[in-house]
């Protein structure tokens, strides 16, 4: 399976951007790039996915890089709530099949 | 909404009991994903459903360990007999497949604890 790394941590201000990368240089044609956080003391949570253009939700962005072998999960401004581990995820495009977890960023937001 | 439902939240057994975990799914979704969460391990996928149907179970760890799905409603998992390496958050998440990546959607999680 394609592998995805990812900082350990990552510390941010308030109400200021977060940029959170992901490298996959050994992604396939078919995988799409999902990502999920995991608040504390709760079950993960489906943050965005996309294939190869940029994405846009109310939770936040996605910008894919055009080789498609990095990603970059954007917050546009973050609050203490988005405080949680950020995991990057390649599942393939049948998506019918469990994702693969790695040890995700932790991502700390300083008031 | 109702979201994905697992009971119990907490279950605390003594070693060598048999421990059911339960899972409710999203109404309409197909896919039923059982994880397992340790500090060690991280969050490991232990089976999947797709329409009731056990696709890939290589991630239960031994034989006391069991998933069912009886019908698109509800699933169980089941240890026996529980071993304290067994303490973990166990989480159950669905999904509807469409062939495109759906996203999973994750209940509240049960947190083990074997004595």
């Known amino acids: 399976d394609a592998k995805t790394t990812q900082p350990n941590s990552m510390e941010s201000n308030e109400e200021e951007p977060v940029h959170l990368p992901c490298n996959h240089s050994?992604?396939?044609?078919?995988?799409?790039i999902h990502w999920y956080r995991q608040l504390p003391s709760q079950g993960p949570e489906y943050v965005i996915h996309?294939?190869?253009s940029n994405v846009n939700n109310r939770m936040a962005s996605l910008a894919i890089a055009e080789d498609r072998k990095s990603s970059t999960l954007i917050l546009h401004r973050a609050t203490l709530r988005d405080a949680a581990v950020y995991y990057c995820i390649l599942l393939s495009g049948g998506g019918a099949d469990g994702l693969t977890f790695g040890k995700g960023t932790h991502l700390i937001i300083q008031p | 909404d109702a979201g994905v439902i697992q009971s119990p939240r907490h279950e605390v057994t003594e070693m060598g009991q048999e421990v059911t975990l339960r899972c409710k799914p999203i109404s309409g979704h197909n896919s039923l994903f059982w994880y397992r969460q340790t500090m060690m391990r991280g969050l490991e996928l232990l089976i999947y459903?797709?329409?009731?149907?056990?696709?890939?179970d290589s991630g239960m760890p031994e034989d006391r360990f069991s998933a069912k799905m009886p019908n698109a409603s509800f699933s169980t998992l089941k240890i026996q007999p529980s071993e304290p390496r067994d303490s973990a958050v166990y989480f159950c998440?669905?999904?509807?497949?469409?062939?495109?990546?759906?996203?999973?959607?994750f209940g509240d999680g049960t947190r083990l604890s074997i004595l």
């Open positions: 998440a669905s999904s509807f497949q469409s062939g495109v990546g759906q996203p999973q959607h």
């Open positions: 050994t992604i396939s044609g078919t995988d799409y």
């Open positions: 459903f797709n329409n009731n149907v056990p696709i890939d």
């Open positions: 996309g294939l190869t």
